[in-house]
């Protein structure tokens, strides 16, 4: 099958590269591709495990998920209070792995690294402020 080349806005190499990691790129979405999508969706997998098992970007997924009112957008993160900064600096000065202060703090390990740098970013601040 040829690839599908109605892109007006991409460079050739651009678009060969897309279609090197997403193979399915810019090809029309068939019934079969749409069926794998809803089972993977009721799966719970995240949009880029979606993106890779269909070959596609993990945009045109979601795009395809809103289209068939599927998309379940993501909660917003619950803001960070001093009772939960004291808590995550106490830990990771014990010596907690990520994962575990992760696992504690009921976050995700990319938001508590995150915040742990933050942190060190205020106190530095304040340290050149005084």
Known sequence: MTPNRNTFFLPQEKFEELRQKYPHFNDPWSAEDVEL????AAQGLSRAE?????????????????????YVKK??????????NKAVVEMYKAGM???DIAVETGRSERA???RLIKL????FDKKEAV
């Open 75 to 84: 909660p917003q993160a619950r803001p960070w209070t001093e009772d939960d």
């Open 37 to 40: 999508l809803k089972e993977l």
């Open 97 to 99: 792995e990520l994962a």
């Open 120 to 123: 060190y970013a205020d106190i």
């Open 112 to 114: 508590v690294i995150a």
């Open 50 to 70: 979606m993106s890779a098992e269909l070959g596609r970007t993990q945009n045109s997924v979601k795009m395809k998920l809103v289209e068939l009112g599927l």
